[in-house]
């Protein structure tokens, strides 16, 4: 495609990206169906210039102020994913100059909201928690994409053995330093094209998403739920822990995230998994099942603020608003979810999220209401996973590592909590 033409292509899907109205990787996925003449490199130069926008948005459109021409245009400019001489063969004399002197500024010469492209609601709570070093560092570390991790499934292969594979068809894996299932790799191969992939030997996983599953701990032979299932990654690292014994609920309110699950659960091997889409917390489904369960996972829905390298318009299109009515979504959920649990059983709740309204409150709110729910250390449990530095990875009450707590800039996975409890 002629610079220019792809130059007018990526203004238009930042034009829709930019609406807001629908996650940023639906619209470009709509935009690829769309435009199915699109080559693998022009569909990354749009996808990747896109998501340049939305992580340094308040930059972008502070330089944009002293160019020329359509908004989405200037923005595409800034964010264009490839080499400077490529995108400036498509410019005009004074926007290859306005260009130039966007590219010379220094960052120390910019305002703090300027280098840290957050939204100043998002800040305030962060550098309580970090304090001004440690919000510097995560904010530059949300800059930045993330990584793809693989998670191998310890039914079909070992780690090794798909290392090695992986490293023959010339792509690099390294070992992840926590999750003794992981893989990392850095840019974004064909997976879907590899053996590896089609027989089910590796799924595309975060690290702190694998470790979550294993601190669920899930045994031979147990009843086990994973209450927000969504498109099944938690599911099938659970199931395979399980090593395709007991009975392995995938309960979600959307039919449609659980449809995604099928053609993974097929690849994967696992025959103990039952999906089931439930009408609300409350399902007869779930009153059924009630003290019955040895083990119950609740990824609960959150506002994704520990995805933002691989989501960034995740800031621009959450609200405080939004996030006090998933605070009360989220204590709803938990404790429905709780019934299922047994006596001895074990309870997590998680998020993705950064963020200690969703997170300590949701989980000291649940613990001081129900008394039959003890809290366990979720560095210990790690530990006696052996799992390497685990006391690390974790944060909050007497011991320091009561919560599983994943940074982006400390730990290297997206940002996780969990918190966990076994009922007397």
């Known amino acids: 495609m002629h610079p220019k033409a792809l130059l007018d292509a990526c203004a238009e899907l930042i034009r829709q990206v930019l609406t807001f109205e629908h996650p940023a990787d639906a619209v470009v996925s709509r935009y690829f169906r769309d435009h199915r003449s699109l080559g693998p490199r022009e569909r990354a130069t749009l996808a990747e210039t896109t998501y340049a926008v939305l992580r340094k948005k308040l930059l972008f459109e502070q330089f944009a102020r002293s160019g020329s021409g359509p908004r989405e ?6 964010g264009f994913h490839g080499p400077r001489d490529f995108v400036k063969s498509a410019l005009a004399d004074h926007e290859k100059k306005w260009l130039d002197d966007c590219d010379s500024v220094r960052p120390e010469e910019l305002m703090e909201h300027h280098r840290h492209n957050l939204p100043q609601w998002l800040v305030e709570p962060l550098k309580a928690q970090l304090g001004e070093e440690g919000f510097v560092q995560l904010a530059q570390s949300m800059l930045k994409p993330a990584p793809l991790d693989l998670r191998v499934n310890a039914l079909k292969d070992k780690r090794d053995a ?3 594979e992986l490293a023959k068809a010339g792509i690099a894996a390294q070992a992840t330093p926590y999750s003794p299932l992981g893989l990392r790799i850095d840019g974004k191969p064909a997976l879907s094209k590899l053996d590896a992939f089609t027989r089910g030997a590796i799924e595309v996983q975060d690290e702190g998403s694998q470790l979550l599953a294993m601190l669920l701990d899930a045994k031979r032979g147990e009843m086990v739920v994973d209450f927000c299932a969504g498109a099944g990654g938690k599911t099938l690292a659970i199931g395979a822990s399980m090593r395709n014994t007991g009975r392995l609920y995938a309960f979600d309110v959307s039919a449609h995230r659980l449809d995604a699950l099928k053609p993974r659960l097929a690849r994967s091997g696992l025959s103990n998994v039952h999906p089931a889409a439930i009408a609300h917390e409350r399902d007869e489904r779930i009153k059924r099942l009630a003290g019955k369960i040895d ?3 609740v990824d609960a829905p959150c506002s994704g603020l520990g995805t933002l390298r691989r989501s960034p318009d995740l800031k621009w299109r959450q609200s405080p608003q939004a996030l006090a009515e998933l605070a009360h ?6 404790a429905s979810a709780a019934r299922l649990v047994k006596s001895g059983g074990r ?6 999220s950064v963020l200690p309204q969703e997170n300590e409150a949701i989980a000291e709110a649940f613990g001081a209401l129900h008394k039959d729910f003890v809290p366990l250390d979720a560095g210990q449990l790690l530990t006696e996973l052996k799992v390497a530095d685990a006391t690390t990875l974790c944060s909050g009450g007497e011991t320091g ?4 707590r994943l940074w982006p800039h400390l730990h290297h996975t ?3 909590f969990a918190a966990v409890w076994t009922r007397k």
Do not use: E, N, P
Not at 73 to 78: E, H, V
């Open 329 to 334: 979504k989220q204590a709803a959920i938990l």
């Open 162 to 164: 798909v290392q090695k």
């Open 295 to 297: 083990r119950v996972l």
């Open 414 to 416: 997206d940002g996780f």
């Open 73 to 78: 245009r200037r923005l595409a400019i800034l």
């Open 401 to 404: 590592s009561l919560y599983l």
């Open 347 to 352: 309870l997590i709740y998680a998020t993705c």
